[in-house]
């Protein structure tokens, strides 16, 4: 997508086949700025500090972070040193699926039984090519819910507006994005949407990411903090919830971004449909009860401190909210049950959230 006239990807790799680039994510939206990973070790940092974040971003990262390991090896001990490092990335993140995916994936079509330079080239060839079909996942996500917003306005003639919650966008996968493909391609054609962007605290990732990349391509939005959203459905002022999903079990339960249940409630009560967009690669196909899920814990300083620009200063800083000493939980995800879901959106069309219509889809 575009940033100021400038096509972007999340993560890329130029001239150098020793460096790997990334949208350092933590930046934006006060500071656009791209970080090198060298080895695998910088992968995974990326991933668990969040430099990069959003299930098919992190998977993609993974997969070039596989690559490096190779690369970097060790003449002797490579084969040892690209699994341990596939179980080191693997370990960086806990919810989103796509991580085991990549790296299942990879270390698969990889065997250790050739040479250095074999599993090199090969792992750089299938990076990239994750990648690409990651792009392509999104891509075909968004033909396949667009429909879904052609027929609201239809109905109403009116611009449609689209609820949605965290960063389901491009910079949560490699282009295009999960919940927002279908926007994109919406506001692209020329029919008039308008998004409601949950502001997710703790780490805000609907104010601080959806909004910037809605706002650089132009789609008109407008940002609530998360308390919001159920009194605006009851106002008739939300036509359609779409969000994205870190792993959703074949059964079709959700784990998205913390939060998500409250909406698909408030959706449900309000007759508002509420659908998931979710590339194959976010498909947990072990999993058959959302309960199963790992919930990732997270940093209480994310609920004790908010990070904002000081417009006096022009710095980025980081203030305390919250009395000394008051105790906190942070789980960063939780699950909306398949009962509460309209529909899933995947690349191969949309389907119901059951195991019959995830398995109509994907039939393996
Ligand atoms: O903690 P994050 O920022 O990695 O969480 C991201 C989300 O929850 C997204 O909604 C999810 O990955 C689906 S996105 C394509």
Redesign the pocket.
């Known amino acids: 997508m575009r940033i100021d006239g400038t096509h972007y990807r999340t993560i890329w790799m130029e001239d150098d086949p020793g460096i790997v680039k990334v949208i350092d994510q933590r930046k934006l939206p006060f500071e656009f700025s791209v970080l090198e990973l060298k080895s695998a070790n910088d992968a995974y940092e990326a991933i668990a500090n969040?430099t990069v974040?959003?299930?098919?971003?992190?998977g993609a990262t993974a997969a070039f972070g596989l690559y490096l390991a190779a690369y970097q090896s060790n003449l002797k001990n490579w084969c040892e040193e690209v699994k341990g490092a596939a179980e080191k990335l693997l370990s960086a993140?806990p919810?989103?699926v796509?991580l085991r995916f990549a790296l299942e994936l990879l270390m698969e079509k990889v065997v250790c039984a050739g040479s250095r330079e074999s599993m090199i080239k090969e792992l750089f060839h299938l990076s990239i090519r994750f990648a690409e079909d990651e792009v392509n996942r999104s891509k075909k996500i968004g033909e396949h819910g667009i429909g879904l917003i052609e027929e609201i306005y239809a109905r109403s003639s009116r611009p449609v507006n689209i609820l949605t919650?965290?960063?389901?966008?491009w910079l949560?996968?490699v282009d295009y994005?999960?919940?927002t493909a279908p926007i994109y391609l919406a506001h692209d054609l020329g029919i008039p949407v308008h998004v409601w962007v949950d502001e997710t605290r703790p780490?805000n990732?609907g104010a601080r990411?959806t909004a910037y990349e809605l706002s650089k391509h132009g789609v008109p939005h407008t940002v609530i903090v998360d308390n919001a959203g159920g009194h605006l459905m009851q106002q008739g002022e939300v036509d359609l919830v779409l969000?994205?999903?870190?792993r959703t079990t074949r059964t079709g339960d959700v784990a998205?971004?913390?939060g998500?249940y409250l909406k698909a409630l408030a959706a449900t009560d309000n007759g508002i449909p509420f659908y998931v967009?979710?590339?194959s690669s976010?498909i947990d196909f072990d999993l058959s009860d959302g309960r199963q899920i790992e919930i990732?814990n997270?940093n209480p300083e994310e609920v004790t401190h908010m990070e904002g620009l000081n417009s006096e200063t022009s710095t980025v800083n980081k203030v305390r909210i919250l009395p000394e000493g008051s105790g906190t939980v942070n789980p960063?995800?939780d699950v909306t049950p398949a009962r509460l879901v309209s529909g899933l959106i995947t690349e191969k069309g949309i389907c119901e959230a059951s195991e019959q219509g995830i398995k109509a889809l994907f039939k393996k």
């Open positions: 969040m974040r959003g299930a098919p971003l992190i993140r919810t989103a796509n919650h965290c960063n389901a966008g949560a996968c994005g999960t919940a780490r990732q990411l969000v994205g999903s870190d998205n971004k913390i998500t967009a979710l590339p976010s990732e997270r960063g995800f």
